[in-house]
């Protein structure tokens, strides 16, 4: 396709520095001439290279204001922001969910990132950014889809459309003072939840050596009723606060083939507190999973779990639930509210994007401002 966006090429950095750049010659800005968003201003903040060894670590930070130039109404966005393509650190995207963005519309995405570029000579912009996907309200998506963003965004988007019915159903049910209840219970969750830092290795250990001997454990399944695709059984090898190669074997109870899983993962320490610690994704692009068949989700990896700046965090037990599937027709499927609030699920799952926009927008605009906003959709 051709590009249809700003281009600002330049000559690319022979030598590091500690200098800022000129954002002219460093950022390329590449959007197809069928994008159905255009690009009407680029504001960019210091862009300023250091060397590394043989690398450079670009902090960027910039603005982009771009249109909605097509003719339906926008969910979500994201952009691929790429430095160098095969390089570890080099590519990273901004998404952008829980928009409402009318045809003919304008909005904004931040860019804040730091990305790791070869020290090389060569031509061209220092940093290229280009559109991976865009998801209108009837989910009709557009974009290479590099990153597996549709997935990403439709997930999102179907979050967004169950947590405003949740609360459009309090608005409706118990009225205003219903909902800043609800609004406040929502806040006062964010607040407690608690947290854990995950440090994730590929194909390996996270640490140099264990800190106790290993062992295996097998995860206990929270059963969600509305959920296509069963837990059957799992396991990791465990030791101290790592977790190695979860094995997940699950099985498909509906109708349609399946090509992803995810599977959300609890970890118990031996105080009894409960954490959420991730999730263990099937590989890319290697689950088919025909109706009544079971497979495994396997993921080489290592985890290493710590909370309060670094302190471990020694699993006891592990939980784990089926937390998104993707059928083979790009169909997605997320938990309802009744099953996350039934499983007791509500008081450790991070909120949706859009639950939290929502209860930003009480927080800064108050309950009329929220009450409208429930009333667009």
Not at 154 to 169: C, N, P, V
Not at 204 to 225: C, E, N, Q, S, W
Request: net charge neutral; proline share 7%; hydrophobic share 40%.
């Amino acid at each position: 396709m051709a590009a249809a966006g700003l281009i600002l090429a330049g000559a690319m950095l022979v030598c590091a520095q500690d200098a800022p750049l000129d954002q002219h010659s460093s950022i390329g800005i590449d959007l197809p001439s069928d994008s159905p968003v255009a690009l009407l201003k680029t504001d960019v903040g210091e862009i300023r290279p250091t060397q590394r060894g043989g690398a450079l670590i670009v902090d960027l930070h910039m603005a982009l204001t771009l249109r909605n130039s097509s003719a339906h109404h926008i969910r979500g966005v994201t952009l691929l922001v790429l430095a160098q393509e095969v390089t570890p650190g080099g590519k990273a995207s901004v998404a952008v969910p829980s928009l409402d963005v009318a045809p003919g519309q304008a909005f904004s995405v931040r860019v804040d990132l730091r990305l790791l570029k070869p020290l090389q000579t060569g031509s061209g912009p220092l940093v290229k950014v280009s559109l991976d996907g865009v998801l209108f309200e009837n989910f009709d998506f557009y974009g290479p889809n590099r990153l597996n963003s549709r997935r990403s965004m439709t997930a999102w988007e179907m979050e967004a459309e169950r947590d405003r019915r949740h609360f459009k159903t309090v608005l409706a049910a118990a009225g205003p003072e219903g909902l800043r209840h609800a609004i406040l219970e929502s806040l006062a969750r964010q607040a407690e939840r608690p947290r854990i830092d995950v440090r994730v290795s590929r194909g390996g250990r996270a640490v140099a050596a264990a800190t106790a001997p290993d062992r295996m454990v097998r995860f206990a399944f929270l059963r969600l009723p509305d959920s296509p695709v069963e837990p059957m059984e799992g396991w990791a090898e465990i030791s101290g606060n790592e977790a190695r190669e979860p094995r997940i074997e699950v099985r498909n109870r509906s109708p349609r083939p399946v090509r992803y899983v995810e599977i959300g993962w609890l970890v118990r320490d031996r105080q009894g507190r409960e954490f959420l610690a991730g999730s263990v994704p099937a590989a890319e692009n290697d689950m088919f999973l025909p109706p009544g068949e079971t497979g495994r989700v396997l993921q080489d990896t290592a985890l290493r779990f710590s909370r309060n700046a670094g302190e471990p965090v020694a699993i006891e037990s592990m939980t784990g639930f089926v937390s998104q599937v993707e059928f083979a027709d790009g169909k997605v499927w997320v938990p309802n509210r009744t099953s996350i609030e039934n499983a007791r699920l509500l008081g450790v799952l991070a909120p949706s994007p859009e639950e939290q926009r929502l209860t930003d927008m009480y927080r800064t605009r108050g309950i009329n401002a929220l009450i409208e906003e429930l009333r667009k959709f």
